[in-house]
Every structure is written in C-alpha cells, then in structure tokens.
C-alpha cells in the first residue's frame, strides 16, 4: 500500500486540482458496490488530507471533495437499488459476494432508518448499504435526509486524523509557519471525535437491545 501511495502523494502535491479529483474520485468509489470494498478510499483520503498543514492542499476543498464524491456514490447505488428494487441484490457482481450482501440486508433490518447512517462508518458494508436501502424501498426523501448528515459527519472524521497528525508533526518541528489553522483543526476534530463516539455508543446500545428508534423505511 505505501508504494501506491508515496508516489501518488508526491505527484498530486504539486497539481492541487489533481489532488482534489483523486479524493472525490476515492470517496465516489468507496461507495459503489463491490468496487467499494476492494478500493482503499479511506486510506486515500486520510494519506491526502496530510498535505493541508503543509500549504499543498486546502482544508475546505478537501472537505468538499470528499463529501461530494460520497454523496455522488451514495446515491447512485441508491437510485440503482430503487429503480431494480430486490433484483438487484440477486444479480452479478452481488451474488459474487452473498455474505456481505446478506450482512448488509441484516444491518438494514436491524437499525432500519438509521443503518444509513451507520453504516457511513462501517466497512465493507458501507459500499453496499446505499443500494441496499434502495432495493428494500426506502424512500428518496428519507434516505437522504440520513445520508447527508451521515456523510457531512464521516468526511471530518476521515480527513481530519491525517490533517492533526502532520499538523502535531509540523509544531514538533518547530514548523510554525501554518500555525493559523490550529484552533480550526482542533475544534473541528472535537467535533469529528464527538460525532463518532456518538455513533459507536448509538451501535452499542442498538446490539444490546437499547432504544435506538429505528422505525422500517417505507416507499
């Protein structure tokens, strides 16, 4: 892995918008199906979110790009599963993966509503939740309205670990130069922190029989 991803962050830190491209293509591609959970879309991410401290990249973009790549991925694996409804979950290249498919099903009908959510942080299923949710009729309005503020929660905790990591390195250093950003990148990964602490608790209580409101999505 670190010799596919040395080389791609030596060549993306010198073309920003290349940059920019390869981490909404990593997000996108993280949530197809099967292709999802063969691409290391997370490692990626995390690996180019460590240029912002440096100047490379900037913060805000890459926030948006990640964020935007998986809302593209997401809802097109949704829309895919809405339109075919359950025959998709019985067609090639699913059926090559029945136990992720049927995992993905049971999590669904589990945490319903809120599997959407969850599974944002959960992979593989994460790449395959999205048409998942769509093959069992859960309506548009309703699936977007958990996976927006699912993905607006995951892109932070994924970018931000990297940004903190180089930051601390740079301050260590005695690099103080991109110092500006520190309040931002603390505050920000409180809130990163907070969201996924929160999410794990939610599971928890959810898989002990807590009382997570998890009401059957309908069309």
């Known amino acids: 892995m670190?010799?596919?991803?040395d080389p791609l962050i030596a060549f993306v830190s010198a073309?920003?918008?290349l940059a920019y491209l390869t981490l909404f293509l990593a997000a996108l591609l993280e949530a197809v199906p099967v292709v999802g959970s063969v691409i290391p879309g997370s490692t990626i991410i995390l690996a180019l979110s460590?240029?912002?401290?440096?100047?490379?990249?900037?913060?805000?973009?890459?926030?948006l790009a990640a964020a935007l790549g998986a809302v593209l991925g997401d809802g097109s694996a949704y829309w895919i599963g809405h339109r075919r409804q359950r025959e998709i979950l019985n067609t090639w290249p699913l059926t090559s993966y029945p136990r992720v498919v049927e995992q993905s099903e049971n999590f669904f009908h589990r945490f319903g509503t809120w599997a959407v959510f969850f599974a944002r942080f959960v992979p593989p299923i994460r790449a395959f939740v999205p048409v998942t949710a769509g093959a069992l009729g859960m309506a548009p309005a309703k699936f977007y309205a958990v996976n927006i503020p699912a993905i607006l929660a995951w892109a932070p905790a994924h970018v931000l670990p990297g940004v903190l990591a180089v930051s601390a390195l740079h301050e260590y250093a005695g690099l103080h130069h991109h110092?500006?950003?520190?309040?931002?990148?603390?505050?920000?990964?409180?809130?990163?922190?907070a969201i996924v602490l929160g999410v794990g608790v939610?599971?928890?209580r959810r898989r002990n029989g807590g009382s997570i409101a998890a009401a059957k999505p309908r069309a």
């Not at 670190?2 to 991803?5: A, H, K």
């Not at 460590?50 to 926030?63: I, R, S, T």
């Not at 110092?179 to 922190?193: D, R």
Request: aromatic share 10%; proline share 5%; glycine share 12%.
């Open 202 to 204: 939610l599971i928890h």
């Open 179 to 193: 110092g500006h950003i520190g309040k931002h990148i603390w505050m920000l990964t409180v809130v990163g922190v």
């Open 15 to 17: 073309h920003a918008w």
């Open 2 to 5: 670190t010799s596919f991803l």
């Open 50 to 63: 460590a240029l912002v401290p440096g100047g490379e990249l900037k913060l805000p973009w890459v926030l």
